[in-house]
């Protein structure tokens, strides 16, 4: 390779990476964005011009120019669960084999930072959006529309079907968890909700108020307490179900976290996690067969949701014009140790 000589105190450019791999500016941008082809040769030999002259681009200038940034933006509620967690595993497998990078926004549960950092990635930042449980997208949804910038809704129910989503099957394992409950003998069932604010949680308790209705089963709103996804909060619920006058004999958390603060209540309480007390819960997060006694609960595909959401975003970031669609994932029931059938 011919030696060519860089002042290092320059700003290092495309170029220059160029003539020291001799090789043409649009070679480099090829490797550089792994698109088309390059021989393995030649792509050597500008990987090590690259790493010999301390080359790094400027991704968010390469946006702004109207090219791509070879970056996703990803905007989360909170990192406090294994739920986002694994959902982000998906989206970065996914994002690794095509060579882009992710930027990573959490707000908190903030309105005006989700709007923030929304604006922020559409500027030139991202080549495209996921949205992770979006507080208010309607803020932003005409906005994307009219740009027509691409963006998938994770885990978001509630909207008019002109936005790529992917969720998954949330009525239907309400359904299904309360139905299977029902089929142990146990007919008051305590339910902790999760921010009824949101769809995925508002479904889910849809789904237990329809399996309850299909049995003949009363729907007490005693039994029926509002959560927030969090553990002190689940336990706090359970508390308060268990001090009833006529206490439910199994409890239905809308996600394993609660379901947590849930099976530590009952414990505090005195009472035998599934003897006493059934639990069941909503997610099947990495923690949930590792507590003690492994926890019943309902299986979302949070890994794959992740992956399929980051798959649609980057057919649309290649056909932005593409029409939209709503995939939703199918729940599953995963049986462990925490239910059993009433004992009176």
């Given at each position: 390779?011919?030696?060519?000589?860089?002042?290092?105190?320059?700003?290092?450019?495309?170029?220059?990476?160029?003539?020291?791999?001799?090789?043409?500016?649009?070679?480099?941008?090829?490797?550089?964005?792994?698109?088309?082809?390059?021989?393995?040769?030649?792509?050597?030999?500008?990987i090590e011009a690259v790493t010999r002259t301390g080359y790094v681009v400027n991704r968010q200038a390469r946006g702004l120019a109207g090219g791509r940034s070879q970056v996703v933006g990803l905007v989360v509620p909170d990192l406090d669960t294994s739920y986002c967690g694994e959902i982000v595993r998906g989206i970065d497998e996914e994002l690794a084999a095509?060579?882009?990078?992710?930027?990573?926004?959490?707000?908190?549960?903030?309105?005006?930072?989700?709007?923030?950092?929304?604006?922020?990635?559409?500027?030139?930042?991202?080549?495209?959006?996921?949205?992770?449980?979006?507080?208010?997208?309607?803020?932003?949804?005409?906005?994307?529309?009219?740009?027509?910038?691409?963006?998938?809704?994770?885990?978001?129910?509630?909207?008019?079907?002109?936005?790529?989503?992917?969720?998954?099957?949330?009525?239907?394992?309400?359904?299904?968890?309360?139905?299977?409950?029902?089929?142990?003998?146990?007919?008051?069932?305590?339910?902790?909700?999760?921010?009824?604010?949101?769809?995925?949680?508002?479904?889910?308790?849809?789904?237990?108020?329809?399996?309850?209705?299909?049995?003949g089963l009363p729907d007490d709103p005693a039994l029926v307490l509002e959560g927030d996804f969090l553990q002190p909060r689940g336990y706090e619920c359970a508390r308060a179900l268990l001090a009833l006058a006529d206490p439910p004999s199994a409890i239905f958390a809308s996600n394993d976290v609660s379901a947590f603060g849930v099976m530590d209540a009952i414990?505090?309480?005195?009472?035998?996690?599934?003897?006493?007390?059934?639990?069941?819960?909503?997610?099947?997060?990495?923690?949930?067969?590792?507590?003690?006694?492994?926890?019943?609960?309902?299986?979302?595909?949070?890994?794959?949701?992740?992956?399929?959401?980051?798959?649609?975003?980057?057919?649309?970031?290649?056909?932005?014009?593409?029409?939209?669609?709503?995939?939703?994932?199918?729940?599953?029931?995963?049986?462990?140790?925490?239910?059993?059938?009433?004992?009176?």
């Amino acid at each position: 390779m011919r030696v060519t000589s860089i002042d290092s105190e320059s700003r290092i450019t495309i170029e220059d990476v160029a003539r020291v791999a001799d090789v043409s500016y649009a070679t480099v941008s090829r490797v550089i964005n792994n698109k088309g082809y390059v021989s393995d040769e030649t792509r050597a030999r500008v990987i090590e011009a690259v790493t010999r002259t301390g080359y790094v681009v400027n991704r968010q200038a390469r946006g702004l120019a109207g090219g791509r940034s070879q970056v996703v933006g990803l905007v989360v509620p909170d990192l406090d669960t294994s739920y986002c967690g694994e959902i982000v595993r998906g989206i970065d497998e996914e994002l690794a084999a095509v060579s882009y990078d992710l930027m990573l926004y959490t707000t908190h549960h903030r309105i005006h930072r989700e709007s923030a950092f929304v604006g922020n990635l559409m500027n030139g930042l991202a080549d495209g959006l996921l949205l992770l449980l979006p507080f208010d997208p309607a803020a932003y949804l005409d906005s994307f529309r009219k740009r027509r910038f691409p963006f998938v809704l994770i885990d978001h129910e509630g909207l008019d079907n002109h936005g790529p989503s992917v969720g998954a099957t949330n009525f239907q394992g309400g359904y299904d968890a309360t139905n299977y409950l029902i089929s142990l003998g146990h007919r008051r069932i305590g339910f902790v909700t999760g921010k009824l604010r949101m769809g995925n949680a508002i479904d889910r308790l849809k789904g237990h108020r329809a399996a309850l209705a299909e049995h003949g089963l009363p729907d007490d709103p005693a039994l029926v307490l509002e959560g927030d996804f969090l553990q002190p909060r689940g336990y706090e619920c359970a508390r308060a179900l268990l001090a009833l006058a006529d206490p439910p004999s199994a409890i239905f958390a809308s996600n394993d976290v609660s379901a947590f603060g849930v099976m530590d209540a009952i414990r505090d309480a005195g009472l035998r996690i599934a003897t006493d007390v059934s639990v069941i819960g909503f997610d099947d997060i990495p923690g949930a067969q590792s507590v003690h006694p492994p926890l019943t609960t309902m299986r979302q595909p949070l890994v794959e949701m992740g992956a399929r959401a980051t798959r649609m975003l980057l057919e649309f970031i290649e056909e932005p014009a593409r029409p939209h669609e709503r995939v939703d994932l199918a729940t599953s029931l995963v049986i462990r140790e925490t239910c059993r059938s009433p004992a009176r």
